[in-house]
């Protein structure tokens, strides 16, 4: 029997994977994976994958990648974890004293959990916290765009809006108030950019103009909704939205998870909107895609309104065992020394070229209903029928055919439904990208004929 399908068999009989119909693997198989190097991921049987999506995002330099390696190995020797209450340590101080410095005024203290939608949960809590301490109790709700994903822990779902993970446990949420993405996708030809956001902006201004007494936050993935398809919005409307909370005195909670450290084109997406956000939280680039650790940056402002004498209900009580990790925020050391040794947000530039390059030719495919790019992250609408850009509906299963062809010809999507995207380490070349695209567009073609 091929080693590959040893390991399968094994894995099946003992382990539920994430965001997997398990029963899909009678048809599609597991694919094991030995070891990682740069882009690629090597199976038991000898074939390799191209890791054309990051490993859900998270990888920005490859696997296995020398410095963030040894820079991992020199922690163990040191420290591997310690609590963090009453104590701490030295990568976790230099990683913070790092991520205030690069994230722009305002932005001034850390607080530590392990994963993204943890992190979602601090920021929720410590910003309806921040306004009951400050004698603003009412203020306890949060709006939220149609289609945006922050997670899957309780209080992360109820700030999303994608259905497809969420309707299950409806009776679990808790209630927002929902205002339309201003998702350029729905713009019309003839219509500027400017002119649809700030018409999509109408919505945001009324709610809180009626609503901000009892509002503590807008919370928003900056640029691109990641989960909601890779739908991209523009950072006008982000200026437009500081202006107005400053107004109202309502928070802004920026979801920099998926999209923070270049994946926009910038270090961070909020830089292009020249504005700052009251928090934002960060994960998987975070530490290059090797460890599982989140932040939750915010002002000075809200850290002095927990900054009193003990009381129990004024204090932050919130924390989660691994946080601030000394191995995860040492590949977090590593991981931002190569994006200020190797000029990288600079040198992508040329790789956001090439990517525009390669993957605008399928704006003519009879089946692709539009072409969208925000810096490193390029998205392909596979449709039904391009003129009334109908999609395939959920049972076609559309995108596990093209990722199962692409896997086949070694490379790793994973399409979200009829939305084909790259997000790929940075580590990348001009030919790869070439190459991933030619394979993704024979994808496109099976996917389609075959749905
Ligand atoms: C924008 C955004 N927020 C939050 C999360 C949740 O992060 P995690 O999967 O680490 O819980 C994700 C994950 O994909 C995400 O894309």
Redesign the pocket.
């Known amino acids: 029997m091929a080693e590959n399908q040893k390991w399968m068999q094994r894995d099946l009989s003992v382990v539920w994977h994430p965001c997997t119909q398990m029963k899909d693997h009678e048809t599609y198989p597991l694919i094991p994976i030995k070891r990682g190097e740069g882009l690629w991921l090597y199976d038991f049987d000898g074939n390799k994958y191209l890791d054309g999506i990051s490993s859900?995002?998270v990888n920005v330099f490859g696997h296995a990648n020398p410095r963030i390696n040894q820079a991992v190995k020199d922690q163990l020797d040191q420290l591997e974890h310690v609590i963090m209450a009453g104590f701490t340590h030295e990568p976790m101080i230099e990683l913070s004293e790092e991520l205030v410095r690069i994230t722009g005024e305002g932005l001034d203290y850390c607080f530590y959990a392990d994963?993204?939608?943890?992190?979602?949960e601090s920021a929720l809590k410590m910003s309806m916290h921040y306004w009951r301490n400050i004698g603003e109790p009412t203020k306890n709700k949060f709006v939220t765009f149609t289609n945006s994903?922050?997670?899957?822990?309780v209080g992360?779902m109820s700030v999303g809006d994608t259905s497809l993970y969420t309707q299950s446990y409806k009776s679990m949420l808790f209630d927002t108030f929902k205002v339309t993405a201003p998702d350029l996708y729905y713009k019309v030809e003839d219509e500027t950019v400017e002119a649809y956001t700030l018409k999509m902006f109408v919505e945001m201004e009324e709610l809180i103009h009626k609503h901000h007494n009892e509002i503590a936050a807008v919370i928003i993935?900056p640029l691109v909704q990641?989960?909601g398809g890779m739908r991209m919005h523009s950072p006008l409307y982000l200026t437009k939205l500081r202006e107005l909370c400053d107004q109202y005195n309502v928070h802004i909670i920026l979801?920099e998870?998926?999209?923070g450290f270049g994946r926009t084109g910038t270090m961070f997406a909020h830089e292009q909107a020249n504005m700052v956000p009251d928090f934002l939280?960060l994960?998987?680039a975070l530490t290059g895609g090797y460890l599982?650790m989140?932040v939750c940056m915010t002002s000075k402002k809200v850290y002095d309104a927990f900054y009193r004498d003990y009381h129990p209900e004024s204090v932050f009580l919130h924390s989660h065992s691994y946080t601030g990790n000394a191995l995860a925020c040492s590949a977090a050391l590593a991981t931002l020394s190569i994006f200020r040794d190797d000029n990288v947000i600079e040198h992508n530039q040329k790789l956001i070229q090439a990517f525009a390059k390669y993957t605008n030719p399928l704006k003519d495919h009879p089946n692709v209903a539009e072409v969208r790019q925000q810096g490193m992250i390029t998205a392909i609408e596979v449709v039904k029928d391009k003129a009334t850009r109908e999609s395939f509906p959920w049972e076609s299963r559309i995108g596990l055919k093209m990722f199962n062809y692409a896997t086949q010809k070694g490379l790793l999507i994973r399409p979200l439904g009829g939305i084909v995207y790259f997000n790929t380490p940075y580590i990348v070349t001009e030919k790869d990208i070439e190459w991933m695209v030619n394979i993704a567009t024979d994808a496109i073609d099976y996917g389609h004929s075959s749905s």
């Open positions: 859900w995002w994963n993204g939608s943890s992190c979602i994903y922050h997670g899957e822990t992360a993935e990641c989960a979801d998870i998926a999209v939280c994960s998987k599982p989140s």
